[in-house]
């Protein structure tokens, strides 16, 4: 603060000379002559980026990308007075403050040499400044490229120790607040950190013309989870199509891509699909954990009696075992069990898939590519590489299905799958395909089908008794089991979900529900003329194992499962 004298002049005779003493603040004049003194330098880096034929830029009004950052190491950049500021596949933006720089010609020698299209812009020492700035923050940033993801452990903890969708979306209004520069990566260690702590096995955006909204799939249902405004997802788009390995400037047609995931010590495979729409792209990451493959067979929820058949038929020389269900039922899930479960140093193991879901050590993994290398193409080539065990991730045609009955019968053991409702539908598909069914009884050893329920939570979970029709329903599911000792003894009540918030359903994880058929003398002549998927299921009742309905009655009456959650899943009776 500083004092000024104001002097009056004298304006008639006899007047005298008046001495103020006032207080005046020089502050708000010192920052109109910082501003003046900014505006010029901005002018004189314009006029002078005429003289070097180069663009001039302010990034002080622009977005720095840390990626592009990242290019150069800091030091480098702030020897040779430049910073990237956008990157886009190999073309890096540049400003450059001196370009008489000595350093300056070297720095951008060694890009070209790095495959890099550099576009240099002049700016001004302010605009470096803030941008070398900058440098300071990437420690906390996400790198992002195409392939991997890395999510920080900080963030992973806190989202779990929340654990709900409404701290997620907080989450992401904070890091949107925050208007750093990288606050796309940091909202994507979000989303992925909650998708994990959910339990999630997909990650659904879905834009529309004001917000783009993120679904999680957990437990097989999709939820609603949080929203985004347009230009954020945009930008999620471009990021997440970078990391797959995308090309990013296509919109207008259908891409798959595949990215990894660091999360600690493990790495985690996501599998990227983008299809055009009326408001943008439509995004599905499904998550690959590795960890899934890891289930013993014995944790899938198959029941003991068709177990234990299960174990001795999965360990014969030669043969086929098919299992059925839409996609997303387990399928995968369930043969790799298997495959670990018989693996050996002594065993050969080569599966061809479409695609390769989970990467199994010991195992020799193919995967088809689309015309140039068919299941029926990869298949015939293993076979001629001596495997004892083969897996075929599906017969979808007539060729693919009859080398792999040719493989069963000549010594190898083969798993696949099917797109049947059931493990009886799986024989007239066969025929459909051109196999002939004469040869079934010497190639296919077991027929399974399999559905997944929600298992309800322990602890929010209520039970109350079964009304008559209910009881009438679960007698005629349960009559054409022969074995009558796999039916609980209690039959009176049952058990339904009792969640205690909002966004708790009362289920925690999911269970199998499997059938399975196994060749006999019987079954292989009745075979032999073709007959209807519903004789075959009526025949094989002898057998004695429950059909998947019969599963889900017994999971409902041992408080497994609710009945509601498996009347969704499978044809009960109706009364």
């Not at 060694?110 to 240099?120: A, C, K, M, S, W």
């Not at 990894?260 to 996501?270: L, N």
């Not at 387990?330 to 002594?346: A, Q, V």
Request: hydrophobic letters at 40%; charged letters at 25%; a negative charge.
């Amino acid at each position: 603060m500083v004092f000024c004298q104001v002097r009056q002049k004298t304006l008639m005779p006899g007047a005298r000379m008046v001495r103020m003493d006032l207080p005046f603040d020089t502050s708000a004049t010192d920052d109109k002559l910082a501003r003046v003194r900014e505006r010029e330098e901005e002018d004189v880096i314009r006029i002078l980026s005429e003289k070097y034929g180069m663009t001039y830029v302010d990034i002080s009004l622009k977005e720095v990308d840390g990626d592009a950052l990242r290019v150069i190491p800091e030091a480098t950049a702030r020897a040779a007075e430049v910073a990237a500021f956008e990157k886009t596949g190999h073309a890096l933006s540049v400003a450059v403050h001196n370009p008489n720089n000595p350093a300056l010609e070297k720095l951008m020698s060694e890009l070209g040499e790095r495959g890099f299209t550099v576009h240099q812009f002049l700016v001004s020492k302010k605009s470096l400044d803030k941008a070398q700035a900058r440098y300071a923050d990437l420690s906390l940033a996400v790198q992002t490229h195409a392939g991997m993801l890395t999510v920080q452990e900080a963030t992973l903890s806190k989202i779990a120790s929340a654990g709900t969708k409404t701290a997620i979306q907080q989450e992401i209004d904070t890091a949107l607040a925050s208007k750093a520069f990288d606050r796309i990566s940091h909202m994507l260690e979000i989303v992925f950190a909650g998708a994990f702590a959910l339990r999630a096995s997909d990650l659904h955006f879905e834009p529309s013309e004001d917000r783009a909204l993120l679904r999680l799939r957990i437990d097989g249902l999709l939820a609603d989870t949080c929203h985004f405004d347009p230009v954020t997802y945009h930008q999620l788009n471009s990021r997440i199509k970078l990391l797959s390995g995308v090309k990013l400037n296509v919109t207008n047609q259908a891409q798959d891509g595949r990215f990894s995931i660091a999360k600690g010590d493990t790495q985690i495979e996501i599998r990227a699909s983008f299809i055009p729409g009326i408001s943008g792209e439509s995004i599905v990451l499904r998550i690959l954990d590795p960890r899934a493959t890891m289930v013993s067979y014995k944790e899938l929820g198959i029941h003991p009696k068709l177990l234990a058949r299960l174990e001795e038929e999965i360990r014969r020389p030669n043969g086929m075992l098919l299992t059925t269900g839409p996609t997303g039922s387990g399928k995968t899930t369930t043969l790799y069990s298997f495959l670990r479960e018989i693996h050996s140093p002594e065993m050969k193991i080569i599966t061809i898939e479409d695609p390769i879901e989970y990467h199994l050590d010991g195992i020799v993994q193919t995967q088809v590519e689309g015309t140039k290398y068919t299941f029926s193409e990869g298949l015939r080539s293993i076979v001629r590489q001596d495997p004892d065990i083969i897996m075929v991730g599906e017969i979808r045609d007539s060729e693919t299905a009859d080398i792999a009955i040719q493989a069963a019968l000549t010594g190898h053991f083969v798993f696949s799958t099917l797109h049947t409702n059931d493990a009886a539908g799986t024989f007239p598909r066969l025929v459909d395909l051109g196999a002939d069914p004469k040869s079934f009884g010497s190639a296919v050893t077991v027929s399974m089908a399999q559905r997944l329920v929600r298992k309800l939570d322990p602890e929010k979970r209520k039970e109350r008794p079964l009304t008559d029709a209910e009881k009438k329903m679960i007698e005629k599911a349960l009559e054409s089991l022969t074995d009558r000792t796999l039916i609980p003894t209690n039959r009176e009540t049952v058990w339904e979900p009792a969640p205690t918030s909002d966004e708790e359903t009362g289920y925690h994880g999911r269970v199998g529900l499997y059938e399975a058929i196994f060749m006999d003398d019987e079954l292989s002549t009745f075979l032999r003329d073709n007959p209807a998927e519903n004789e075959i299921a009526k025949l094989v009742t002898k057998q004695g194992y429950p059909t998947m309905a019969q599963d889900g009655i017994i999971k409902v009456l041992e408080g497994v499962t609710s009945l509601s959650e498996l009347s969704g899943t499978v044809d009960l009776p109706r009364i």
